[in-house]
């Protein structure tokens, strides 16, 4: 049995292809709780499980009215194993997070249930987020009074190079350690190059510059 959770953020248990979410303590057996299938309105179905802790007391009852879904239930996991992994690592790059659990998806059912990598990731900087004690996503640049602690180092490294205030309606935020610097400084070539899409809705542009001192490969720097 694995757990996971809903949309709505309530406990959910995986078992056997199926998802189930509480019902209710049982009062007869202290310590077990009844689970009832999460399908029960799409399909109703009636079908319960008795949890122990983490253990399965009791095998569904009555039988379920339709079929497990062991693609859905897979990739629920894998998801679950994301956010997880967000907790225990909120300044891990969530792309890098999400790579890694994708590395448990093993058959096509479940690839064919997984969320779409942006979903992912930003489901997973919604977690880190949460675990750096951020509250709701600034909408705009004049929303942010000054830089949190957190984005003005980076491994011990300065890293917010400039901010030219809230008060620049065309406000600036440049990023790059000194290391990175003198590496960009020492590449044979450097690129530039600009996005609009990719970038949080309070910016309207990522600029990035990248140089090929790293073993030949073009890394972005600043």
């Not at 292809?17 to 109703?44: D, I, M, P, Q």
């Not at 640049?141 to 180092?153: N, R, T, V």
């Not at 309207?204 to 720097?221: A, D, E, K, M, S």
Request: charged content about 25%; overall charge neutral.
């Amino acid at each position: 049995m694995e757990w996971s959770t809903t949309k709505r953020g309530r406990p959910a248990a995986l078992y056997q292809g199926y998802s189930y979410v509480f019902h209710k303590e049982l009062k007869t057996l202290e310590g077990v709780s009844v689970w009832r299938c999460a399908k029960k309105n799409a399909h109703s179905c009636n079908a319960c499980i008795y949890i122990s802790g983490d253990d399965v007391f009791r095998d569904p009852l009555p039988a379920h009215a339709h079929t497990a879904n062991w693609g859905e239930i897979g990739a629920k996991v894998i998801v679950e194993k994301a956010k997880k992994a967000a907790h225990r690592d909120p300044y891990e790059y969530p792309q890098a997070i999400w790579d890694q659990v994708l590395q448990d998806v093993v058959t096509v059912e479940v690839a064919g249930q997984m969320p779409a990598a942006r979903t992912a990731k930003k489901m997973i900087q919604n977690v880190q987020r949460g675990e750096k004690g951020h509250g709701k996503e600034p909408q705009n640049l004049k929303d942010i009074e000054h830089i949190p602690d957190q984005y003005i180092c980076l491994k011990n490294q300065h890293w917010l190079l400039k901010d030219t205030g809230k008060e620049d309606p065309e406000r600036q935020l440049i990023f790059a350690t000194d290391e990175g610097l003198h590496t960009l400084f020492t590449s044979t070539y450097v690129l530039g190059d600009g996005t609009f899409k990719t970038v949080p809705r309070m910016f309207l542009q990522l600029y990035t510059l990248h140089g090929n001192g790293i073993h030949g490969v073009f890394t972005p720097f600043v």
